[in-house]
């Protein structure tokens, strides 16, 4: 924080005071995971369903990083959802069937992945991001595609075998594990993302979105920090990858088309960037319409959700989550206290 | 020899094709800077009111193009005053995300009002079949096409360096708040050259709907043709844009032609290469 600037009244003048203050859970946040974890005894509850809306929350959140806090939009992030769940696919085909362990394993290797695209794409703003950034989706997928020795092609993995995990519990077809699985994973990555942007990185990731030029003038590794926020958006999304491949035991190309990346970006901004839980919000809202209404129309259910996209980016230009927060904080009539 | 002569011309002509279609885009991106991915929403209409007037009423295909291009120009002009304008000064994401939902629509209801399989076309006598140009054999549609696409491109170059249309909308890409300061009504302009933009558009689909096939998914098939062409090319440069798609078409029917094994990715693979190096394009203005 700039010495120049006015500290506001609830923030202690010691900068480990104000960090303290920003970590705090608050008591919805306690709450959401709560709930979050109840729908497994809500009877009648589609378990796998559920799971499938806590990876795509975790997706988002992923993507949330990179373009909610540090302001840089990607057209295709599905590269590292994608490279997470297709070596997650190849780890459970030739023998490594430990799942957690797997996990990892595919974190490490979108995380370099991400890190050499965020080297690549440091300099390039606006339409040429977008453009770089689904170019580099479109190589891999068509590339997955293509080489049909290799990923099955169009097919997708076969023979994908996921030993129980701890030893203990089975994967088994009522989702049971897998929601578990897919819960306690999501959480635990979202306690490390939140501590992370809750620290000086976070806020320094802030401070590039912001204002580029005076953070460079601060003193702040501008675009080193590009590459790190890559790095980070993209282990995340590789084991939200990975754990659609475990929980299912299928992978196939469509895991990293163009079509995905617009998805991962339409339910963010649903939710709502640049607070975490935006993307859980979005996913969410986005997956349980999307079984509603290709259930009700096959056809047609896209136009609905073009539709929700427009009337979001026109009414509710931030997103649900932040324009729910804008509507309480007038109704309570009290200065938001968090900067994002 | 000759075969290369021909797969090149073909090239050509499709490189024509994908100029026609995007070279309002990309002149509108230089104007108001709005990534407008709804072109190619714009191109499909184009061909699915050629297949109606020509299908359903018994128009011949010169007539039909005019129909097009006045009819797609109409919808785009109406769309950019009800929505479009008032997005103007938000973010690239927020334009891609409205105008990406608004092409989501357009599938939907495209397949809503003309069914979801590829549409038939009966094209006229005289146009289709080859025909022997220097020794080479060479289909008469993409003759056509060649010679419609070069006369689009020299009028167009033409209009905008030489009328006193063109300069007021050179003015407003160069900028458009001193163009407004002068006493241009920059936002009459902006709508005029939209909806050019968009019949254009709409005449690019109408005439690749015989070569490329048209169905309710073309909007998200060439997509990223189009958006290629924009961002090598350099926003809001006539020229640059002819040069990417021409290149862009070369390429493209060359590599299907030689390496189909690779598919597209060649084309992928150069474009990301070239962003990296020019990030603003081939003759785009930096920032």
Known sequence: MSVMDPAPAQISTSGRDYFATLARWKIWEILFWAALAGCYFVPEMDRMLMSRVIIWGLFAMSLDILLGYRGIPSLGHAVFFGTGAYVAGFCGKYGWTEPISALFFAMAIAAALGWLTGKLVQRVAGVGLLMVTLGLNLILFDFVLRSTDLTGGDDGLQGIVIAPVLNMFRFDIYGRTAFWYALVVAFILFVAARILVKSPFGLALIGARENPRRMITLGAPVEGDVSRAFMIAAALAGAAGALLTQTTQTVAPPTLSFQRSADVLVILIIGGAGRLYGGFIGAIVFILLQDYLSSISPVYWYFWIGLLLVVIVSFFRKGLLPSLDALLQRFIKRKPDTPS | ?287
């Open chain 2, 1 to 287: 020899m000759a075969s290369i002569l021909t797969v090149l011309f073909n090239g050509v002509a499709y490189g024509f094709l994908l100029f026609v279609m995007s070279v309002g885009l990309s002149v509108t991106l230089g104007m108001m800077n709005f990534v407008n991915l709804a072109q190619a929403s714009f191109s499909m209409l184009g061909g699915y009111i050629l297949v109606t007037a020509m299908q359903g009423y018994g128009l011949p295909f010169l007539l039909c193009l005019p129909i097009v291009f006045v009819l797609v120009g109409v919808v785009s002009v109406v769309v950019e005053r009800l929505i479009f304008r008032h997005f103007y000064k938000t973010d690239d994401l927020t334009q891609v995300l409205l105008t990406i939902g608004l092409v989501f629509m357009s599938i939907a209801m495209a397949t809503y009002v003309w069914g979801g399989t590829y549409q038939r076309f009966d094209m006229p006598s005289w146009i289709i079949g080859q025909k022997e140009i220097f020794g080479l054999t060479l289909e008469t549609y993409r003759i056509f096409l060649v010679g419609f696409g070069a006369v689009m491109a020299v009028a167009l170059i033409f209009g905008l360096e030489r009328t006193q249309l063109g300069a007021m909308v050179r003015a407003c890409v160069d900028n458009r708040r001193v163009a407004g300061a002068c006493g241009l009504n920059t936002e009459l302009i902006f709508a005029f050259t939209f909806a050019i933009g968009g019949g254009l558009a709409g005449l690019g689909g109408a005439l690749s709907a015989n070569l490329l096939g048209l169905d309710p998914n073309f909007p998200l098939r060439y997509l990223v043709y189009i958006l290629i062409v924009v961002s090598v090319g350099g926003m809001g440069t006539i020229t640059g844009t002819l040069i990417a798609a021409l290149a862009l078409g070369i390429a493209d029917v060359l590599g299907k032609y030689y390496f189909p094994q690779f598919g597209s990715f060649i084309i992928y693979l150069l474009t990301v290469a070239f962003m990296l190096w020019r990030p603003h394009g081939l003759l785009g203005r930096g920032a």
